[in-house]
């Protein structure tokens, strides 16, 4: 070697090295700020209901040194992660120190206002990448943002000069209990998806007890299965050293051996037990002795805990072995309660330091009184030293990462398919289809899924047209052997359709995937979703997560209620039209007709995409009451039954109105005594009633609820601002019972449970007669299902003559 060369090593090794010690450095501030900010929030604000705010430190040191790893060396701007939801405090601590969180905020944590429990995209001041606190589902969003920057990244759609980065999960090992992991690993196999990072916590212990020992070799098997890299990270340096002298061996086998509560136990009892439970096992090995009689109780503890995940220098030996862009699982040993007086009880997880014990903790942290919010307070190196590395840290290099997209221009109007009689299914795929033939913005962005029941939601013409998206172009077999199919299915990176297997979970998780893609990499796309209606039931965990994240996607559960006849009560939905009202960042739709549903669907993609820049956001409090300048999500739920359809064209006062929640197909006289109220495929029915009714009862009125969610939503927020001193404000719904006598009898009918429309004789006092479905379906057809039901014509009428008889009364 060259003096050159040795002197670049020299310097190179010397620079590693105090990367090390700034490292280490700030490792313990962050372990210091996690744990001080749970203390604070429990100890020393004001409780004013007594209740204990909690905060899991133990939880939180067990990744202290994994995330200082990554957040202060090893990610970059263009990497996004998904932080274990007990990890909340950790990651503050470093946003703190990156400045990107305020010290109010972290004094505020779990406050109103302040540093949320769990890290929040849409709660947290700081640079959330995903929302995580419903464990399991934050692991799996990374796998499906993987596929969709794939997606936008082979089509071309990257900004000039953005680059693709790791999606990073840190995974609680408890976190492996919950199925959805599996369900969205397995879907990842099959999309070949690359750029995962998912690192363990495997600190081996739950909420309840501690994790079972066999647990490493089956995720090791199952990763490896699915194609994925594993790298265990199990010792750090000083055990690596331990093992090379005399006795290592034995010392490395019985560690091995050591079922996880023995381990556990002896961290939280300390050096006296590790003595004796080593001596009366390993003493006759050769050097053991000798090695524990060198070593006093202090650095026998670090050694007996200095496991990899707790060793900067391992740590970072392990992320930077990897230069490929392969799947990756990081199986990181750490001790949960890592540095605590707690560290290894099975009974830390909600576990907080008492004050005696943060005393100590304080005393070993060198902080003095009035400086435990000091960033740099009671470490070894200069703070200008400090300053001038943080300053530098890549991660941080671009700020706060999060993109604005210009939103997708729209046609002035959508296709609306023509015929005498369709079925709001029908008319979807038709105007999809239609969508699909034009190579135009909004055509060029649109992305559909589904999870297995393409064809049968109707989105056939559309993939037929557009193809379905895979990494690497596959021949369609079928039409190479000249085999005759309805289907035409090229896949190739060009397709604009995800092909998902049958879990709902991973839907809704895709969904939010794309439906962050303007945020999460600066491209806008428009995604569809489609399911059978009754299944909106088996994903609803993760579709609520996808709202909370503020993701922007469209929906469609179909076929819908017990309307779908012959497939019987497990495919028939009931609960799905409350679900539509209650889901926050939802606007729920159930149309009647074709012209209805593509006057929706028009204003659906205007909607996805409105933000904090739309006009009308900065609307006086009180006047936005549905929240249409900052938009949201979007949820149609369809049916298969064929309706005549109006021969009409609509207006755009009409068109209004359709959005707004709700019209009159049939307008009620000035003070007319009944009106007939539905939603959805019973419109058949419920007009043939009211033409029934007319013959006796002149001026009685129809009217066709769009959107229950969004009447709702209105007249509530119109009650709200009316008990806020806006007394003129009057929703839709109010306006449209108006010319109905004060005492007029409501007759409300849907395929769906009853309380959808039942409430809206709060609205006017009027009396309410609600017919709906409150039991499981069974199999049948229409008719007969309709009239068992009792939500067929002459249930509708049966229901309107109760309904003057007590007005009357």
């Known amino acids: 070697m060259s003096s050159a060369t040795a002197e670049r090593s020299e310097g190179s090794e010397a620079t590693a090295a105090q990367r090390l010690r700034r490292l ?15 203390h604070n929030a429990n100890h020393l604000r004001a409780s004013r209901d007594g209740l204990k705010v909690g905060g899991h430190q133990a939880s939180s040191a067990s990744l202290a040194t994994l995330m200082t790893a990554l957040y202060f060396d090893v990610l970059r701007p263009e990497d996004r992660v998904a932080v274990k939801p007990h990890a909340s405090p950790v990651f503050h601590a470093i946003q703190y120190l990156l400045g990107n969180q305020t010290r109010e905020n972290l004094e505020a944590f779990r406050g109103f206002g302040g540093a949320q429990s769990y ?63 599996y369900e969205a690993l397995l879907e990842g196999w099959k999309h070949d998806v690359r750029n995962v990072w998912w690192v363990i916590d495997y600190n081996r212990q739950s909420l309840d007890s501690v994790v079972t020992d066999r647990l490493f070799g089956q995720i090791d098997k199952l990763f490896d299965s699915m194609g994925w890299r594993v790298v265990a990270l199990k010792y750090g340096k000083k055990l690596q050293a331990a093992f090379a002298e005399p006795g290592g061996e034995a010392l490395r086998r019985w560690i091995d051996d050591c079922p996880n509560s023995l381990y556990s136990a002896l961290v939280f009892s300390g050096a006296a037990a590790w003595r004796r439970h080593l001596l009366a096992d390993l003493g006759e090995e ?34 930077g072995s990897i230069r490929d862009d392969r799947p990756t699982c990081f199986i990181a040993y750490t001790i949960k309660g890592f540095g605590l007086p707690f560290a290894g009880h099975k009974d830390n997880h909600a576990g907080l330091m008492n004050v005696e014990q943060m005393a100590e903790f304080r005393r070993r942290n060198r902080i003095g009184d009035g400086e435990e919010w000091a960033p740099f307070a009671g470490l070894d190196l200069p703070e200008e030293e400090l300053r001038a590395f943080l300053d530098r840290v890549p991660f941080n290099a671009e700020g706060r990462r999060r993109y604005r997209a210009e939103p997708v221009p729209l046609p002035e109007a959508f296709p609306e398919p023509t ?59 079928f039409r190479a052997e000249k085999v005759v199919s309805a289907q035409r299915w090229s896949m190739s990176p060009e397709g604009q359709h995800i092909e998902l297997g049958i879990a709902e979970n991973n839907l809704f998780t895709l969904l939010a995937a794309l439906g962050l893609s303007h945020s999460l990499f600066g491209t806008r796309l428009l995604p569809i979703g489609t399911l059978y209606d009754p299944f909106v039931q088996r994903g609803l965990d993760a579709l609520n997560y996808a709202c909370y994240q503020d993701a922007r996607f469209i929906v469609v559960g179909t076929p819908a209620g017990i309307t779908l006849a012959p497939e019987g009560g497990a495919h028939q939905s009931v609960a799905t039209p409350l679900i539509g009202m209650a889901q926050d960042g939802l606007a729920s739709f159930e149309p009647a007709y074709v012209d209805e549903l593509a006057t929706i669907l028009r204003w659906a993609f205007d909607y996805l995409q409105r933000d904090e820049s739309h006009p009308g ?45 709700g019209y009159w197909l049939k307008q009620p006289a000035e003070g007319a005594e009944l009106a007939i109220v539905y939603s959805g495929a019973v419109a058949g029915q419920a007009l043939a009633a009211w033409e029934q009714l007319a013959e006796e009862l002149p001026g009685a009125g129809l009217l066709a609820v ?44 849907l395929d ?56 009357r009364r």
């Open 706 to 749: 769009t959107s229950a969610d969004r009447l709702n939503a209105e007249w509530s927020a119109a009650l709200q601002a009316r008990q806020q001193g806006h007394p003129r404000a009057e929703s839709h719904v109010e306006q449209l019972l108006a010319p109905l006598a004060r005492d007029a009898a409501l007759v409300t009918v």
């Open 752 to 807: 769906g449970h009853p309380t959808t429309l039942g409430w809206l004789g709060s609205v006017q006092g009027h009396r309410v007669q609600a017919l709906g479905v409150e039991h499981f379906g069974q199999s049948g057809d229409v008719p007969d299902l309709h009239r068992h039901y009792r939500i067929d014509a002459d249930a509708i009428l049966d229901a309107c003559a109760a309904g003057l008889l007590a007005r």
């Open 419 to 477: 015929g005498a009689s369709m079925s709001t299914q029908e008319g979807f795929g038709k105007i999809l289809a239609e969508l699909a033939r034009e190579d135009t913005p909004l055509a060029e962005r649109l992305v559909t899924t589904s999870p297995d029941v393409t064809v049968s939601t109707n989105l056939g013409g559309w993939v037929n047209r557009r193809g379905i998206f895979d990494r690497h172009p596959r021949e369609d077999v």
């Open 286 to 319: 050769p050097g053991i002795r000798d090695l524990l009689e060198r070593l006093d109780d202090e650095a026998l503890e670090a050694l007996m805990t200095n496991l990899a995940g707790h060793d900067l220098e391992a740590v970072l030996e392990a992320f």
């Open 24 to 38: 280490e450095a700030l490792q313990r501030k962050v372990l210091w700020l996690s744990s001080w900010t749970i």
């Open 617 to 661: 956001h900065d609307a006086l409090p009180g006047t936005d009451w549905l929240r249409d300048a900052k938009g949201g999500s979007v949820y149609l739920r369809l049916s298969t039954l064929s309706l005549a359809q109006p021969q009409r064209r609509l207006g755009a006062a009409e068109r209004a109105r359709i959005i707004t929640g």
């Open 119 to 181: 890290p929040s995209r849409t709660k947290d001041a700081d640079d959330v990448d995903f929302s995580t606190g419903s464990v399991g589902l934050g692991v799996a969003m990374t796998s499906f943002a993987s596929l969709v920057q794939d997606y936008v990244d082979l089509k071309g759609l990257l900004p000039e000069g953005r680059r693709t980065g790791r999606m990073v999960a840190l995974v609680g090992d408890a976190e492996l209990d919950e199925g959805n992991v």
